[in-house]
T-cell receptor
Framework: DVKVTQSSRYLVKRTGEKVFLECVQD?????MFWYRQDPGLGLRLIYF???????EKGDIPEGYSVSREKKERFSLILESASTNQTSMYLC?????????????????FGPGTRLTVL | AQKITQTQPGMFVQEKEAVTLDCTYD???????LFWYKQPSSGEMIFLIY??????QNATEGRYSLNFQKARKSANLVISASQLGDSAMYFC?????????????FGQGTILTVHP
């Protein structure tokens, strides 16, 4: 089974703090993604990475950065946390579609981190 | 414009009955994929079922089936014989053909409550 883990289930931080959210996958997936989930808005893509040290902006990258130094690990960084970044953060990983069946790029998710910024 | 629309914020169903969760999508690509995920109260997103735009048959996975109507651009999830454990948020998502690296666009979600 695909296993995606996130460093914390719940996190409380203060405005202005630097926050690191860690995600690790054990399936040797090339692609990794960070989403935030807010009520009524579904999941919105923050950043994704298709290879070590490679990253691309998603739909809402402002206020966030990412780091991928190793294939299995993808970190989301809030340089200076703000209250409007209080949200559920979900990490996912997948193989590239070129591997074969188009179903193979199904994204598998971690348990999520519920971040509260006070 | 919304690319994925789930018009039912909440749905209720009696245990053992079937329920349909609606999803419509908007794309000009010929090649695309549609996914359904389940999110229980624990928060983890669980992959349920996949339908490719070129798949001629509707996808099925156990009690889950996808009613794919390409001309109407709809991809409704049908859950047969509902169980109490099916109570969760359900998300429809789309991967467009031109999207690099399998990026998904998600709908707003539908909360399903199964009554005993």
């Amino acid at each position: 089974d695909v296993k995606v883990t996130q460093s914390s289930r719940y996190l409380v931080k203060r405005t202005g703090e630097k926050v690191f959210l860690e995600c690790v996958q054990d399936m040797d997936h090339e692609n990794m993604f960070w989403y935030r989930q807010d009520p009524g808005l579904g999941l919105r893509l923050i950043y994704f990475s298709y290879d070590v040290k490679m990253k691309e902006k998603g739909d809402i990258p402002e206020g966030y950065s990412v780091s991928r130094e190793k294939k299995e690990r993808f970190s989301l960084i809030l340089e200076s946390a703000s209250t409007n970044q209080t949200s559920m953060y979900l990490c996912a990983s997948s193989s590239p579609r070129t591997s074969g069946s188009s179903k193979l790029d199904t994204q598998y998710f971690g348990p999520g981190t519920r971040l509260t910024v006070l | 414009a919304q690319k994925i629309t789930q018009t039912q914020p909440g749905m209720f169903v009696q245990e053992k009955e079937a329920v349909t969760l609606d999803c419509t999508y908007d794309t000009s690509d010929q090649s695309y994929g549609l996914f359904w995920y389940k999110q229980p109260s624990s928060g983890e997103m669980i992959f349920l079922i996949y339908q490719g735009s070129y798949d001629e048959q509707n996808a099925t996975e156990g009690r889950y089936s996808l009613n794919f109507q390409k001309a109407r651009k709809s991809a409704n999830l049908v859950i047969s014989a509902s169980q109490l454990g099916d109570s969760a948020m359900y998300f429809c998502a789309m991967r467009e053909g031109g999207t690099s690296y399998g990026k998904l666009t998600f709908g707003q979600g539908t909360i399903l409550t199964v009554h005993p």
